[in-house]
């Protein structure tokens, strides 16, 4: 099975988790003299099953991340990049938009009106936002690729 596979299943496996909580959760209780909507047991032994699947399936990836050659590095550290980026690229761009003024009154009715100055190079922000996305979107097809080509470790 490759990576990207496992990562799907991974994905499928916490969504099935959720909706199984909340099944459990309308189940517990019901009035007397009715009959719950569901086995509220069986659903949770369905749960602790599909928990069972989704940590064996979080060791392998995680096991296969922290093995898997990219670049300088593994795919743990690609991933970790890529998350960084994340972050950075949010901080920079919202910090553009703030500088800009995006969002706020920008003009003034009166002349007595204080009027607002940027604190940050609006262009320059914005240049390293677009410098950043591009960074964001070479690691992120790096970690797709590596995804679909790497085989998941036992």
């Known amino acids: 099975m490759k ?54 399936l979080i060791r392998r990836i995680n096991r296969t991340n922290s093995a898997t050659p990219v670049g ?13 980026l994340r972050l950075r690229h949010s901080v920079v761009t919202s910090a553009a938009e703030a500088a800009a003024g995006d969002g706020q009154r ?17 262009a320059e922000l914005r240049g390293q936002a677009d410098d950043l996305a591009r960074q964001l979107r070479e690691v992120d097809t790096l970690i797709q690729r590596t995804n679909w080509e790497a ?3 036992d």
């Open 151 to 153: 085989d998941l470790l």
């Open 3 to 56: 990576l990207a596979e496992a990562l799907a299943l991974r994905a499928d496996a916490s969504r099935r988790a959720e909706q199984l909580r909340s099944r459990i959760t309308g189940s517990a209780r019901y009035q007397e003299g009715e009959e719950p909507a569901e086995d509220a047991e069986a659903l949770l032994a369905e749960a602790g099953a599909v928990l069972d699947e989704l940590e064996s």
């Open 72 to 84: 300088s590095g593994t795919l743990t550290d690609a991933l970790a990049r890529r998350d960084v």
């Open 106 to 122: 920008g003009f003034r009715q009166l002349r007595s009106e204080l009027k607002m100055i940027p604190a940050l190079p609006v």
